[in-house]
């Protein structure tokens, strides 16, 4: 079974940075392509970036350009670099495989106004 655990999560002010985490274990880490998600309550989960195998990225429109996603395959992590963050980002971020398997607790982020 695919585990994924997000971390990294925090409490900043608008302009600032978090770099989040995704461990995955149970998949073919270099075989599998992932990508980052988020979701305000009460809302649909919303793409933000995905990582595919030979390495390339795509981002969604919103966190183009401030956002920078990353994979290590040696550690069997996603990462997500999140700069100039504004209030609008505030969700909760998860990660998944490509296609999706469970979702994983996400991780908390609050950008102070």
């Known amino acids: 079974q695919v585990q994924f655990v997000e971390s990294g999560g925090g409490l900043v002010q608008t302009g600032g940075s978090l770099r989040l985490s995704c461990t995955v274990s149970?998949?073919?880490?270099?075989?599998?392509?992932f990508g980052w998600y988020r979701q305000v309550p009460g809302k649909r989960r919303e793409f933000v970036a995905r990582?595919?195998?030979?390495?390339?990225?795509v981002y969604s429109e919103v966190t183009k350009g401030r956002f920078t996603c990353s994979r290590d395959n040696v550690k069997n992590t996603v990462y997500l670099q999140m700069n100039n963050l504004q209030p609008e980002d505030t969700a909760v971020y998860y990660c998944?495989?490509?296609?999706?398997?469970?979702w994983g607790q996400g991780t908390q982020v609050t950008v102070s106004s």
């Open positions: 149970g998949s073919a880490f270099t075989d599998t392509e």
């Open positions: 990582a595919n195998r030979g390495g390339s990225i």
């Open positions: 998944n495989s490509i296609p999706c398997n469970s």
